[in-house]
C-alpha cells in the first residue's frame, strides 16, 4: 500500500512517516517546506510542492497509484488565524479542496484528515464527545470545521471515503529521540516548558491563572503525538477494511492544568522551571478534555503513552539533543 502524507515533513507528519515506514507502508511526502523540516524525512521519497500547484499534484497522481492520503500540512496558530484569516482560508480550506478534487479526479479512495478540537469552539460539556455542538470562534477552528463538512459533502457526491481526527493537545516526541517538535516560533506549552527547563528561555509565561479550574490555570488533554500516529493508521486501515466515513476525537480522556504539566516537567527534568503568570490569551477556553471512548471502541485505539510524565521525557530528550 502507497500513502501521500501531504505535510510530512512537520511534527505529527514525520512521526507518522516514520510509523508508516516502520509498518511496511510505501511513502511519499508532499511538503513545501514552509515550516517543515527537510531532514525529518529520512526513509520516505520526498517531493517537494504546494497543494497550491494543481498540476504537480495531478502528476504526482498520474504517476503514482496511492491507496491513501493523510494531511497534516497546515497552519495551527489561533491567534496568528484571527489576525491574517485569508492566510488561513487559503492555506487550510482552499488548498485542501485542491487536494480532495484531485483526489476524486485521480479516484484515490481514501482519506485522512487532521482535524482539531477547535472546532468545538468554547464547550458547553466536558469531557467533549463526536457529538458536541460544532461553534468555532476562530478562523483556525472554523476552516477545519469547513473541511469537515466539505468531507461529508465529497462522500455524498463522489464516494471520496475520509476520516477526520480531532485532535486535542499533540505533545511529546519520537522515543528513539530522532524526531521531535521544531516549530519556529514555538508557540506550544510542553516544549516551551523544556526551553525554560534547558536554559534557552528565561521562564515560562502562563497565559492566566484566574480560570475557573482548581488552581487557576487552563486545562487541557495532551496526547502522545506517536499515540496520535497509530490513531491515524488504524482510521486509514478501518477504511481500507471498507469502513464508512467517520470523525473522532483524539485525546487521552484526562486533563492536566498548565500547573500541573510544570510540575511534571520539574520532576521529570530535575530543573528549576522560572514561572511567571501574564495574561489570558484569547480565545483560550478553560478546560479541553475529549471523550475518546469512541475511536477505542471503533478503531480499537489504545494509547501507550497515556502518562503526562513519559509525553514530557519524550519531549526533553528531544529537547536535550546533542
Ligand atoms: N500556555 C501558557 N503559556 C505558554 C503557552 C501556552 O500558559 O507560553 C497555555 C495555553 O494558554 C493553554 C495551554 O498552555 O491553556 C496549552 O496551550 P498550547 O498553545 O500548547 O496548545 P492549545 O491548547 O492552544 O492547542
Redesign the pocket.
Known amino acids: 500500500m502507497h500513502v501521500l502524507v501531504v505535510g510530512g515533513a512537520g511534527y505529527i507528519g514525520s512521526h507518522m512517516v516514520k510509523l508508516l515506514v516502520q509498518r511496511g507502508f510505501e511513502v511519499t511526502v508532499l511538503d513545501n517546506l514552509s515550516t517543515g523540516h527537510r531532514d525529518s524525512v529520512r526513509e520516505a521519497r520526498f517531493v517537494l510542492g504546494d497543494l497550491f500547484e494543481r498540476d504537480t499534484l495531478e502528476d504526482l497522481c498520474r504517476k503514482t497509484c496511492f491507496d491513501g492520503v493523510m494531511h497534516f500540512a497546515s497552519y495551527i496558530q489561533?491567534g496568528e488565524s484571527v489576525r491574517e484569516p485569508a492566510k488561513y482560508y487559503r492555506n487550510n480550506v482552499f488548498k485542501t479542496q485542491n487536494l480532495l478534487d484531485v483526489m476524486v479526479a485521480r479516484r484515490v479512495p481514501c482519506f485522512i484528515f487532521s482535524s482539531?478540537?477547535?472546532i468545538f469552539g468554547e464547550p458547553v460539556r466536558i469531557p467533549i464527545g463526536e457529538d458536541h455542538p460544532k461553534q468555532p470562534i476562530n478562523p483556525y477552528g472554523r476552516g477545519k470545521w469547513m473541511v469537515e463538512q466539505m468531507l461529508e459533502d465529497y462522500d455524498t457526491a463522489y464516494g471520496l471515503k475520509s476520516i477526520c481526527l480531532r485532535y486535542f493537545?499533540a505533545?511529546g516526541a519520537d522515543p528513539e529521540g530522532e524526531l521531535g517538535e521544531r516549530h519556529n516560533p514555538e508557540?506550544?506549552?510542553?516544549p516551551?516548558i523544556l526551553q525554560a527547563a534547558n536554559g534557552r528561555r528565561s521562564h515560562?509565561?502562563?497565559?492566566?491563572n484566574d480560570y475557573d479550574t482548581p488552581d487557576g490555570?487552563?486545562?487541557?488533554d495532551y496526547i502522545h503525538v506517536n499515540d496520535l500516529c497509530e490513531a491515524h493508521l488504524l482510521a486509514l486501515q478501518r477504511l481500507w477494511d471498507g469502513g464508512g466515513s467517520s470523525a473522532y476525537n483524539l485525546g487521552n480522556g484526562n486533563g492536566f492544568s498548565?500547573r500541573e504539566?510544570i510540575e511534571t516537567a520539574r520532576t521529570v527534568t530535575g530543573r528549576d522551571i522560572p514561572v511567571q503568570y501574564?495574561e489570558?490569551?484569547p480565545g483560550?477556553p478553560a478546560r479541553?478534555v475529549a471523550d475518546s471512548q469512541r475511536v477505542r471502541v471503533e478503531l480499537g485505539w489504545k494509547p501507550r503513552y497515556a502518562d503526562l510524565a513519559t509525553i514530557i521525557a519524550h519531549a526533553w530528550q528531544w529537547e536535550t539533543r546533542s
Open positions: 489561533v482539531t478540537a477547535a493537545n505533545a508557540t506550544h506549552l510542553i516551551l515560562i509565561t502562563v497565559f492566566g490555570t487552563c486545562i487541557r498548565v504539566v501574564g489570558r490569551r483560550d479541553l
